[in-house]
């Protein structure tokens, strides 16, 4: 599939439709504003496949009881270096931000936090979480899995059996968007695919695996058939994505799984029970590092030199250029913020449709 020309939204207009379309599904203004913020942020950001993209499921699962709105988050253990939390199923856009801010006001004191997070709804995209403490001027390193939700084959496997369990990394800079290191540990996040099946930008060759071994990048290896479906349904197929980086990539997915799910005591990706999976439960394991407790006067001007080190890497092809994590995202929110958020066609279509059913007309 090709990609679609896009429908460009502005950044405002976006975040303010989605916040009215959680308003009429039944969450409370601050918390629909909250997750109209993120969901967008994950847009500006470059990441369409954890943007507004979201909105159609995530008012499905909030009608059928798998997010819950108006959640706060419990403290079930928690001393002056870590805490363990309960999402308790609330949205991540609440659960998120209330975590993060905990693991900042300990590491502030302590120079270090851990915080486990368990049975959150879908914390969306985890650069948000390591900007936050990036802002806090704190380092911050996220490992995440998505219990209940097997869509990913092992190295050398075929079977789905992770999530696509992100890994995130931030460092503050002074005066600068953070270094910021922010991926899914399957070759493409799910959303991507998601988005691909919205006529969006296809995924590589190979992402995805068919139960019988076979390479694809075709979406319905995932969903099964697309047509006329406004909701993709990861459990409609038979085939899973692939992790990325081999052994090595399939190895941290794991490493995911052990921390974010048996560590901070949320699900697993699997076993699933009766085989298929309903909404995302995120459990999250994080640590929060204060530089100036490390004794690492001038550790953000070494971080700061040693990037423009890195990007002054000579391209390996003509007219290339070496980023460093986070540049990728900084570039695209300045394009974004000024020019609008590109959307594919099929995707503001379902969003509209899903604002219809609420009872909204669509924004002008
Ligand atoms: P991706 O493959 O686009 O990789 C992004 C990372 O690569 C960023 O750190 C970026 O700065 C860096 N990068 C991009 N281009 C680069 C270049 N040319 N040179 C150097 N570095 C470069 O990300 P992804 O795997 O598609 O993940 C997308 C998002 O999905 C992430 O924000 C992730 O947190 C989120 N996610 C969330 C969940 C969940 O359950 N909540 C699950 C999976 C993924």
């Given at each position: 599939m090709d990609a679609l020309p896009a429908t460009v939204v502005a950044a405002d207009t976006l975040r303010d439709f989605v916040s009215r379309i959680f308003v009429a599904a039944g969450c409370s203004a601050e918390e629909a504003r909250r997750i109209g913020h993120h969901l967008l942020s994950a847009n500006l950001a470059g990441h369409d496949s954890h943007g507004v993209i979201r909105v159609p499921r995530y008012v499905q699962w909030l009608q059928e009881g798998k997010v819950r709105a108006g959640q706060a988050p419990t403290v079930v253990a928690e001393s002056a270096t870590h805490a363990v939390v309960d999402g308790n199923l609330g949205f991540g856009q609440t659960i998120?931000?209330?975590?993060?801010?905990?693991?900042?006001?300990?590491?502030?004191?302590?120079?270090?936090?851990?915080?486990?997070?368990?049975?959150?709804?879908?914390?969306?995209?985890?650069?948000?979480?390591?900007?936050?403490?990036?802002?806090?001027?704190?380092?911050?390193?996220?490992?995440?899995?998505?219990?209940?939700?097997?869509?990913?084959?092992?190295?050398?496997?075929?079977?789905?059996?992770?999530?696509?369990?992100?890994?995130?990394?931030?460092?503050?800079?002074?005066?600068?968007?953070?270094?910021?290191?922010?991926?899914?540990?399957?070759?493409v996040a799910e959303g991507k695919v998601l988005v691909a099946s919205n006529g969006g930008k296809p995924i590589p060759p190979g992402a995805l695996i068919g139960p019988d071994g076979e390479l694809s990048s075709d979406p319905r290896t995932l969903y099964g058939p697309i047509e006329n479906t406004i909701v993709r349904d990861p459990g409609n197929g038979e085939g899973a994505l692939r992790a990325f980086g081999d052994h090595k990539g399939s190895g941290i997915a794991f490493m995911c799984e052990i921390l974010a799910g048996c560590f901070a005591g949320s699900p697993t990706a699997g076993p699933v029970p009766g085989g298929k999976r309903g909404g995302i439960v995120n459990g999250m394991l994080s640590i929060y590092l204060h530089p100036q407790h490390f004794g690492a006067a001038g550790f953000a001007e070494t971080a700061r030199s040693f990037a423009e080190h890195v990007r002054n890497s000579r391209p390996a092809a003509p007219g290339g250029e070496v980023l460093v994590p986070g540049d990728a995202e900084s570039r695209t929110r300045a394009a974004r913020l000024r020019d609008g958020v590109p959307l594919q066609p099929e995707t503001w279509a379902a969003i509209q449709t899903t604002g219809a059913k609420l009872g909204l007309p669509p924004p002008r």
């Open positions: 998120g931000p209330a975590v993060v801010d905990l693991g900042i006001a300990k590491a502030r004191e302590a120079g270090l936090a851990v915080v486990t997070l368990r049975n959150a709804g879908h914390v969306g995209r985890i650069g948000d979480w390591a900007e936050r403490a990036a802002e806090a001027g704190l380092v911050s390193i996220h490992f995440v899995n998505v219990g209940m939700g097997e869509i990913v084959a092992p190295f050398g496997g075929v079977d789905r059996r992770f999530g696509t369990n992100p890994f995130c990394i931030g460092v503050p800079q002074p005066d600068a968007p953070p270094l910021l290191l922010d991926f899914a540990t399957s070759m």
